[in-house]
């Protein structure tokens, strides 16, 4: 008979038991497992794809931050010490990382430079009907919507300002896909999370079934309610890390597709596209094996004494 009470000799062997059941159960039960896995690898697959998404989004805004800036016009007569006082005001704005001034002509042969061979059709103007300017630079941190639209209106207010230009309608875009990526990860994280759960309790709960003979038999015995769970357990604790394996190696072999081969087609996608941080594909196993293991507790609820 088993006894309730156990030693630490008794315990390592109740560790070895479940073990050992659990093992020949996953073997045993080979195809339902294997959905199973499966399913869970597709899951963590489709939630990493989003995340992978989201960082390359964030990639993206980090890389346009480093260039983003505004261009300042100024009024067609605007004083040469008007436009040294604006520079000095832009100069000591500590939201602005560098200040470049662009007199009309240099706005003039750059538009020339452009144009090529078609630059011809510029020589009617006798003088350059661009204004001057100046090219901010903001700071990298700058990156939001709001302060960005604040800080093009404090500078709008400043006399002998034209306009002030920026990509505010690409700002605006790039920020709302952004936050929608975010969301849609949150919410198909929380979806997958409850799937994995969800599918392994369902697995769990058709091999206490199937062994119900056996958990009876293993009651009458004296069996604690610890060494009637632990294999179940520990079952699903490997289905989930052996989902998530499968779903790191999908990953990876994906990743690597792209950035061998499609790169050969698209080389843009080398700049691109980014990978998750190595260490990413230790925690996905983990994350798994956490899930099912989840889901496994809740199915070992159904057994009563």
């Not at 832009?90 to 602005?96: A, K, N, V």
């Not at 230790?282 to 496994?296: E, Y």
Request: aromatic share 12%.
């Amino acid at each position: 008979m088993i006894s309730k009470g156990s030693s630490n000799g008794e315990r390592f062997e109740i560790l070895k038991y479940s073990f050992k059941t659990a093992f020949k159960s996953i073997a045993h039960e080979k195809w339902i497992n294997s959905l199973t896995i499966l399913s869970v690898s597709i899951g963590l697959t489709i939630f990493c794809s989003f995340i992978i998404i989201n960082s390359n989004m964030n990639s993206a805004l980090q890389r346009w931050a480093k260039s983003f800036g505004m261009v300042v016009y100024l009024n067609e007569n605007v004083s040469k010490e008007r436009e040294e006082s604006i520079k000095r005001q832009l100069l000591q704005d500590t939201d602005i990382e560098t200040v470049n001034y662009i007199s009309k002509e240099q706005s003039f042969e750059e538009i020339k430079r452009t144009m090529g061979e078609n630059a011809m059709i510029l020589d009617i103007f006798k003088e350059t009907p661009l204004p001057s300017s100046f090219e901010l630079k903001l700071k990298k941190d700058y990156l939001d919507l709001m302060r960005v639209k604040e800080k093009a209106a404090q500078l709008q207010r400043l006399d002998g300002v034209q306009e002030v230009q920026y990509g505010e309608k690409w700002l605006s875009s790039l920020i709302t896909i952004a936050k929608t990526v975010q969301g849609g990860s949150i919410v198909f994280g929380a979806a997958i999370f409850i799937a994995v759960t969800f599918i392994t309790y369902s697995t769990i709960k058709i091999l206490l079934h199937r062994r119900k003979e056996e958990i009876e038999t293993l009651k009458l015995l004296g069996a604690s309610k610890g060494f009637i769970r632990l294999p179940f357990l520990i079952e699903g604790f490997f289905i989930g890390a052996l989902g998530g394996i499968v779903s790191s190696l999908v990953i990876l072999g994906l990743y690597s597709f792209i950035t061998y081969k499609m790169v050969e087609f698209l080389p843009a996608m080398k700049f691109i596209v980014t990978s998750l941080p190595l260490q990413i594909y230790l925690v996905i196993p983990f994350t798994g094996a956490m899930m099912s293991l989840l889901g496994s507790f809740i199915a070992i609820g159904k057994i009563r004494y």
